[in-house]
């Protein structure tokens, strides 16, 4: 084994408890204190943990002891936190907080009657693309952006607020300029 993820634990909506929850002292709580929802530390598709903090293998030895005797294995360094990630990489499947971001971005999209049904479709297209990042992210802002401002000015305040947690980097630099 090389490298590796530590679990993280995380609400529903998306609250950080730990990156590492191995580091933890003491029990986690069953429900986030920011939010209410309950805190959960694996894919609810597939079963495997949520990825946390990184450890790459080092070329040093850690010894531990275990109380019968001690054992030796690689040493691992941290490489750091990425944030709380949006997909589950085990499965491809989004988790809670990023689905539950969709579907209020969709259901918000559905009361822009302002817009006609093909912009408004066209809307709901740009979503996937904005989350999931790929070559299309950027375009995808764009024009959700774009369809915003015809939609009124709380439109993409809505957006920015609702999708923060979720939207790519390439999506981010043209949604917040
Ligand atoms: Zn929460
Ligand atoms: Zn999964």
Redesign the pocket.
Known sequence: MCGYFAKAVVCESGHLVTSNAESEKGPVTPYCMTCGKKIID???????DIPGEEFAETNGLEITYDGMGTTSGPLHESLGFRGVPKY??????PYPWTQSAIEAALDYIDTLIVLDTSERHDMKKALDNIVADSPKSAPAARRLVQLSRKAGKEALKFFQQVLAGVVCEAAKREMWG
Do not use: D, F, L, V
């Open positions: 694996k894919c609810q598709h597939c079963g495997q589950c990489p085990s499965c491809g499947k």
